[in-house]
């Protein structure tokens, strides 16, 4: 994923291929990146690329899951209400906020 600014929004750039799959390190790069623009942004806009924005979840490690890591990766998607996480998938399109 890259990063850049332009005045006080913050550009996160999905780079993974021409389809940008979901996969667990981009959940943990994107919630690391909100927790850093939190104080520094006062916007985000999140790109993919061309002809995708993305296809979904990165299906061969989503297949590995056993039931436990499959919860864990689903929880870091949509953390329970109250945690400070800000990433939460509707249809399976995902949305950013910033924590107030």
Known sequence: MTKEFHDH?????LNRGPTNPISSKLVD????SLVTLKGTARGMVLCGGDPFFSVGFDLPEV???DRPAMGNFLER???PR???????????KIYFQFAR
């Open 29 to 32: 790069e994107l919630s690391e």
């Open 82 to 92: 109250g945690k400070p996480r800000g990433i939460f998938t509707v249809r399976m």
């Open 63 to 65: 297949l590995k899951f």
């Open 9 to 13: 929004i913050a550009i996160l750039r």
């Open 77 to 79: 998607l949509n953390p």
